[in-house]
């Protein structure tokens, strides 16, 4: 196929494909699934071999926000039933962290819900960074904490965080129907400040929620015009009691053909498959892998994940490796102007392009009768049960 021998010269160049070439990719048909999978596979591994980072997430804070995203089981009015507390202490919050890191977790992910931190949060957090470093070795750490204000980035990075995370979640064009209480330009603005701060870019994106196409390439095209280092791709998880309750818009074979046309857009950058692969994956996860070189382990932040210990089974029966401490995820070329430490693993790329698009594809929705696969996380931080790492 033309298609894919041109994606897989680009991708080996780490040179932009077209956005007709990245519609093309998901336009592709299932007979040729296959096919996209070994392409996108051969890029995969000329940046990142046969290995997969281990991500933990540890929701430092869940629920009662007063934003209103709709695909959040955390937002304003949300009727799902979530765990919900405020701000873990710093111990049980490295307590936690500690329990990924023992399941092979290379990156704690510090969550937090709400708009975004006052200064005194930053406080909170820098003082959860420390304890964590402190009591892990090596251990990079991300913070997710909303909507940066001035200075604030700067402080979490003098605290110690590696990576800062805010996602951009789908186009500009359609940020609006998602969300009313913020707008795509705030997203873009506060990954640039983490960015000026020195911390490594980590924004990604939720496909599944109507969007077109043309919405899944813009914005990651967007995601990569803005340079992030590590690229999360979710897959909606329709929560009961949230607007996008009903939106069950995704096969296994599409979801492969989204994070195909990542890899393609994103050939170097460190692709992670986030939340919602058990929903809409379900038994095809283990061919994400020869995409995506980055996972989350064990459970979400509001919802169970697949067993910690079959996420590993998963990366060995399917002929990959858990990434270790002692190797850089991000090759060569991405590291320039990094600091030193654990985040020395990231930063630069190349500016995105921007042509005319073909008509949307949207698939038509599937029936609700997956809905079981949702459920909500009863374990781990904020509960007196161990956590699913
Ligand atoms: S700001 Fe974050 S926690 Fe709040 S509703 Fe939006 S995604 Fe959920």
Redesign the pocket.
Known sequence: MDLLNTLVDKGLRRELPTREEALAVLATSDDELLDVVAAAGKVRRQWFGRRVKLNYLVNLKSGL?P???SY?S???GSKAEILKYTWLKPDDASKAAAAGVAGGAKRVCLVA???GPTDKDVDRVSETISAIKEQNEGVEVCACL?LLSDGQAGRLRAAGADAYNHNLNTSEATYGDI?TTHDFSDRVSTVQQAQAAGMSACSGLIAGMGESDADLVDVVFALRDLDADSVPVNFLIPFEGTPLAKEWNLTPQRALRILAMVRFVCPDVEVRLAGGREVHLRSLQPLALHLVNSIFLGDYLTSEGQAGKDDLAMIADAGFEVEGTDTTTLPEHRRQGCGEGACASEDAGEPADAAGEPAATVPAPSDDTRRDLVSVRRRGAGTDLPPNA
């Open positions: 926000c934003e209103d995203c959040c955390q937002r304003l819900s709400g708009r909303g969300c």
